[in-house]
C-alpha cells in the first residue's frame, strides 16, 4: 500500500468521521447529564435539512450551520421537556424523536429534494500546517467544519474534566440527588446540556447536506446517528477518546473501498459490523474496569430524576 | 396525591409519545387524499414506492410518471402513494389499503413486493395490480421492467470515448443479476468504443447511502479512473466525479442538475409511455396479464441529454449504435462474449435468451471486479 493511499484513506475517515463525532459529542453532553437520548438519528436529519434549506436561500453555509443547530436543539428540548419535566421512558421518547424526525425532515425537505447547493462548505488548505509531511495532508486539507471540530474537542475535554461547571454536570449524571442537595439546578442543567447535545447532533446532520454529499436527499443520514450512539459507549462517555472512535468507524468503508480497488475483497457485511463488534470489545473491556478506575456509563443514565422520591 | 400526579403525568407522557409517533408516521405518506371522492367514472390509479419519492433515483422516476398520468390523462387519478414501503409483510398491507380505498390499478415499484401482489391481488381480481421487476403473473398481475443493458451499452460508448487514463469506475449496489446485466452491457460499450479501457467494479452494498457511495467514488478515482459509472439509487458519485474533475454516467435520472460540469450523460428510465398505455388498456378493457420488458425502442429505457463536454464523434457513435438496437438488428447479448478469463461464453452468430439475460451472473471480459465479495 503505498503512502498516497494511505493518505487518502485517513483523510477520508477524518471527513467520514466528523458527522459522527458531532453527532457522538453532543450525545455525550446529554449522557453525561444522565439523559439517554436515542433522537440522534431524528436530529441529524431534522438538522440536515434546515441547514440546507437556511443555506440554500441565504447562500451562506454558515447561516445552514446555525439554522441545524437551532433545529437540532429544537428538536432536543422535545425530548428534556418529555424525559426531564415528565420524566418519561427515556427509551421510549428517544425512539419517537427519531421517528418524528425522519418524517419531519421528509416532509421539510419535499420541495428541494436534489437540489444541488452552490455554496457548500469546500475543503481548503491550512497555511503551515497543509505542509507538514503525513499529518498534513491528512488532517489539514479538510473543510471549516472539521477544523472547528479540531477546537471543539479539547475544549469540551477541559470543560467537563477540569472546570466547575463540567465537574456539575458529570455529578448530576452520576448522582442527581447528591447534586441537588449541592445546590446544582439538577433541571437546569439536564435542559440545557440536551439541547446542547441536539444542537451538535444537528451540526452533524446538516455536515452531511453541506459538505459531504453536498444536497438534500431524504434520509441522508443513512443510520449514521445509531453509529453515533454506539460510538459514544465506544468513547466511554470520553470526548477525546471520540475523535478517535469516530475516526475509525468512518475509516472502515473508506478501508474497505480501497481494498475492493486493489482486488483485495473483505466482505462488506464484516465490514459494516465493525463499529458493533468494536464497541462490544470496549464494553467488555470497560466494564471490567468500571468498578475501579470508574470511567463508563454515568451512573444515572436513563433513570428519570424526581425530587420527591429521594 | 403524589400517586395521583404521578398517574397523570404518565398519562400526560403517553399522549405526547403517541402524538409524536403518529406524527413521525404521518409526515412519512402523501397519501392522504381520498380517492373515493374523485368520482367513480375516473380511473384510480396508485403506488407503492420502496424509496422516498424524494431519492432523486429510482423513486423518483417513478413518480415523476406517477404526476404525468395525473395531470396529462384526464381520465385518470394517481394523486394515490405511499413512500419507503419495506420489502415484506408491510407491503401487503399497504397493498390492501390502496385497493379498500378504490383504487383500480396499483402499481408495486420493487422486486420485494413480488409475493405480496400477487397474494393481495387474489383478494381483489377486479383490481388490476403491475408489479416491477418480478417473474410472477396471475390473472389480474402483470410484471414490468425494462431492458436498461441497452442504455447502458450507449453510455459505455460515451465513456469509453471520455477515458483518458483508461480505466472506468463503476459503483455498484449489490452483486444480483439486474446489476451484473448493467455492468456487463455498460464494458461492452465501452470495449466498443476503447478496446483498451476497463471497467472497475466496487460494491457498496447499499442501494441508498449517499455519502457512502461517494466513497467508494472517490476509492475508485484515487485508483486512476476517470469516469465514474453507477448503479445506485443516489448521485453521491455523480458528486465525486465532479469534485475530481473527473467525468461520470448518471443512471436512474438525468443527473446533469447535481454535477453538472461531470456528467457526460445518464442511463434513465422513462416509466410514462409504459404507464400511459398501461392505463389505458386498462381503461378500454384490452389489459392482459404479461410480462413487459420494454427497450430502448419503446422509450421505457433512455440515456438523458448528452453533457457539453460530449464531442460530436461521440455522438455519432452513439446515434449508429441506437439505430442497430433500435431497429432490432442487433442487441447488446449478440456474440461472441468472452467472459473474464476470455473464455467465449456465447459463440459468434449466437445471442443470448431472455432468460439467460435475466439471470446473468457472470462478468463479461473487461470489467475488473470480482463478483464474490457478497458470499
Known sequence: ?????????????????????????????????????????????????????????????????????????????????LTVTLRANQIVSGLSLTIFGTGLSGYLGKPIVGTPLETSFKAFEMPIMSSIPFIGPIMFKQDALVYLSYIIIPLMWYFLYRTKTGLNLRAVGENPAAADSLGINVFRVKYVYVIIGGMLAGIGGAYLSLMYVPTWMENITAGRGWIAVALVIFATWNPAQAILGAYIFGGIDALGFRLQ?????????????????????????????????????????????????? | MHLKNSKMRFTLMLVLA??????????????EGTTEDQGEDKLNVAFMYVGPAGDAGWTYAHDQARQYLDTELD?????????????????????????????????????????????????????????????????NVGTYFGRMYQARYLTGLVAGKATETDLIGYVAAFPIPEVIRGINGFTLGVKEANPDAEVKVIWTNTWYDPSKEKDAAKALLDSGADVIAQHQDTP????????????????????????????????VWDWRPYYADTVEAVENGTWEPNQYWGSLAD???????????????????????????ESGEWDVFYGPLKDQSGKIKVEEGQQMTDDEILNMNWFVEGVNGKLESSE
Open chain 2, 75 to 139: 381520465y385518470v387519478v394517481a394523486e394515490d402513494y405511499v413512500e419507503n414501503v419495506a420489502e415484506g409483510a408491510e407491503a401487503a398491507t399497504v397493498l390492501t389499503q390502496l385497493a379498500e380505498k378504490g383504487n383500480d390499478v396499483i402499481f408495486s415499484t420493487s422486486f420485494g413486493f413480488m409475493d405480496y401482489t400477487i397474494d393481495v391481488a387474489k383478494k381483489y381480481p377486479n383490481k388490476t395490480f403491475l408489479h416491477c421487476s418480478g417473474y410472477k403473473t396471475a390473472a
Open chain 1, 1 to 81: 500500500m503505498s503512502v498516497d493511499i494511505l493518505i487518502a484513506i485517513l483523510a477520508t475517515a477524518i471527513t467520514a468521521g466528523t458527522p459522527l463525532l458531532y453527532a457522538a459529542l453532543g450525545e455525550i453532553l446529554a449522557e453525561r447529564a444522565g439523559i439517554l437520548n436515542l433522537g440522534v438519528e431524528g436530529m441529524m436529519l431534522v438538522g440536515a435539512v434546515s441547514g440546507f434549506i437556511a443555506a440554500h436561500y441565504t447562500s451562506s453555509p454558515w447561516a445552514g450551520v446555525i439554522a441545524a443547530m437551532l433545529a437540532g436543539g429544537a428538536m432536543a428540548s422535545i425530548h428534556a421537556l
Open chain 2, 18 to 31: 403517541a402524538a409524536l409517533l403518529l406524527a413521525g408516521c404521518g409526515g412519512g405518506g402523501g397519501n
Open chain 2, 236 to 267: 453521491g458519485p455523480q458528486q465525486a466525479a465532479q469534485e475530481a474533475g473527473a467525468y461520470s454516467v448518471g443512471y436512474n435520472t438525468d443527473m446533469s442538475k447535481f454535477a453538472p460540469e461531470a456528467v457526460l450523460t445518464s442511463a
Open chain 1, 261 to 310: 480497488a486493489m482486488d483485495i475483497m473483505i466482505p462488506t457485511y464484516f465490514l459494516k459490523m465493525l463499529p458493533y463488534i468494536f464497541t462490544i470489545i470496549v464494553l467488555i473491556l470497560v466494564t471490567g474496569k468500571n468498578a475501579a478506575k470508574h470511567i463508563g456509563a454515568p451512573q444515572s443514565l436513563g433513570l428519570p430524576y424526581d425530587r420527591e422520591e429521594r
Open chain 2, 299 to 325: 422509450g421505457i429505457v433512455d440515456i438523458a441529454p448528452f453533457g457539453p463536454m460530449v464531442g460530436d464523434e461521440t455522438k455519432e457513435l452513439v446515434k449508429q449504435w441506437r439505430d442497430k438496437i
